[in-house]
């Protein structure tokens, strides 16, 4: 039996139809005002730059959608078949769950403990649920599952309630009393979020794989969304997943992967409760030439993730196996601004984590990985090319190259939308806006944080870290992240202003009509 997927939420049919009504209208006023003359030779500057970055950046992401094909439909089902072929002989002899909650919605506590407490009952394996809870009103919601499940004999909840001080000193403290129980050499943890619901056959389809392969580490899965907002932050989220789910199938390809995410993933016990594991998960921290030593706030999926392939132990993405996440934007009546508040934490973790992943060279993960590492960086200064050069030509050497830049914008965003459509099942044309924004905002943001990624700030626990305790200090160091983001801005923007022409060295003829008019002589 093969696991089901769950439905994400996603926009209505009201809202596809108007967006495609006021795609069509763009595109026919696109048309209708593009000039004939848009591909003359003075154009050829333009088209040069960004159709060279286009090639580039498009090329690479191509290469991941192949893998990612590669791996879904030749390698993974291959796997798939071993691992359910383990039967028994796959299941592990116990299991640890870690769950950590921080003001959670009863609703959703329920629904989220409901479906894990009845997956580990059927799934029989001697198991011991952690909750880290903030509430003592928690309890009483778990208490009420268990009721409802008539206390399996084979669950055990034991309650840690966390100090408030983020998600990292509460894993710290499950992952040592998880320790001290001694686990099995053969047990496996779940690592989860306690917004995350587990779908039916989720442990089933997916502890096996770790009997099957010695040499694995860890191993995440797909992600489904359920949303509470509009139709755009459906589709928002949903499109996160699709891309998500296309790297995720590439880089699990080289048999590891860019991040193990807390929504759900699952280690060795053995690894996770090694002593360097959890001090890293507790204390993970950066050395800074400019920052000096500071502690990460969020971000616990990158030390988990770090921790491992540091080591060379292997990682594997579960494409067919999905969790569903309640989604839900810090302020749902300020989408630009919410989602680029989680962007902005997302990239953070990803910044103060990648230079010391480079660092470590391609031998523990692979050229591929490590590759994929060093573009990461690149990215974020690449993909701002395109809409740099298309406003300066604009600007200062023809109007019209706005038609064809918006032109390239729908056709390029639309290829991918299809691309990532067909690898997750379904299609929306809010992908095709929302896939551009998503890119050069999250360029900018990558780009802000890259100089000030010691400023660190977790919403939902109203709680930051990472500035000197100083205000002078802090100040300081916030004018040179601002100094030093000028002064890249402006190198990128002087070598595209040449690159495109619009700021051309005079020529011969130019310097004698300015000396004939006295500029030389200051008349």
């Known amino acids: 039996m093969q696991p089901s997927t769950p439905k994400s939420s996603v926009a209505s049919w009201a809202t596809e139809v108007t967006v495609m009504l006021f795609g069509l209208a763009l595109l026919v006023v696109l048309i209708s005002e593009l000039p004939r003359d848009i591909f003359s030779p003075e154009s050829q500057s333009f088209f040069f730059v960004i159709g ?15 893998r990612s094909t590669w791996y879904n439909r030749q390698v993974f089902p291959q796997l798939r078949a071993e691992a359910d072929a383990l039967g028994a002989a796959g299941m592990p002899s116990e299991l640890y769950v870690l769950c950590t909650s921080y003001r959670i919605e009863p609703a959703v506590n329920f629904a989220v403990y409901d479906a894990l407490i009845g997956e580990v009952r059927d799934y029989g394996v001697p198991t011991v649920i952690f909750a880290a809870i903030s509430d003592r009103s928690d309890v009483d919601v778990i208490d009420h599952v268990l009721d409802e499940h008539g206390w399996p004999a084979n669950v055990e909840v034991r309650y840690m309630f966390q100090k408030g001080d983020g ?28 917004d995350i619901r587990l779908e039916p056959g989720t442990l089933a389809h997916s502890l096996p794989f770790f009997a099957l392969q010695d040499d694995l580490g860890a191993l ?30 590439s880089m699990s390809l080289s048999e590891r992967l860019l991040v193990l995410t807390g929504r759900y993933s699952v280690f060795r016990a053995e690894l996770a ?4 594991f959890i001090d890293l998960v507790e204390n993970d921290h950066v050395e800074h030439w400019r920052f000096g030593d500071f502690k990460f706030l969020s971000g616990d999926d990158k030390s988990t993730w770090y921790w491992l392939l540091k080591r060379g132990w292997k990682m594997r993405y579960l494409p067919d196996v999905y969790v569903s996440g309640f989604e839900e934007l810090p302020d749902r009546r300020r989408f630009f601004a919410s989602t680029l508040d989680l962007m902005r934490r997302w990239y953070g973790n990803m910044l103060r984590t990648s230079n010391r992943a480079i660092a470590l060279g391609p031998r523990p993960m692979g050229l591929f990985t490590w590759w994929s590492l060093i573009d990461q960086r690149l990215s974020m200064w690449t993909t701002l090319v395109g809409p740099t050069v298309a406003i300066l030509v604009t600007a200062f050497v023809r109007p019209s190259f706005i038609f064809a830049y918006l032109l390239w914008i729908i056709f390029t965003r639309s290829i991918a939308a299809l691309v990532l459509a067909w690898q997750r099942g379904r299609f929306s044309l809010l992908w095709v806006p929302l896939l551009y924004y998503n890119q050069i905002g999250g360029a900018l943001l990558k780009t802000y944080v890259s100089f000030r990624f010691n400023r660190q700030k977790w919403s939902r626990q109203g709680i930051s870290a990472g500035e000197p305790d100083s205000r002078r200090a802090a ?3 916030r004018r040179m992240g601002h100094f030093m983001h000028g002064v890249y801005m402006a190198s990128l923007l002087f070598v595209l202003v040449l690159a495109t022409g619009v700021l051309a060295p005079p020529d011969a003829v130019s310097l004698n009509i300015f ?6 002589n200051g008349r």
């Open 475 to 477: 100040r300081r160091q």
């Open 273 to 276: 409760t090694h002593p360097s």
């Open 167 to 194: 998600k990292r000193s509460a894993m710290a403290e499950v992952l040592r009393a998880i320790s001290r129980c001694m686990p099995a050499p053969d047990a496996l943890l779940v690592s989860m979020d306690g």
């Open 515 to 520: 000396q004939d008019n006295g500029g030389l």
């Open 52 to 66: 060279a970055i286009g090639i580039w950046r498009y090329s690479w992401w191509f290469v991941q959608a192949l």
């Open 220 to 249: 995440t899965t797909n992600n489904a969304a359920i949303v509470t907002g509009d139709d755009a932050t459906k589709e928002w989220y949903d499109l996160r997943y699709a891309q998500r789910h296309l790297v995720m199938s």
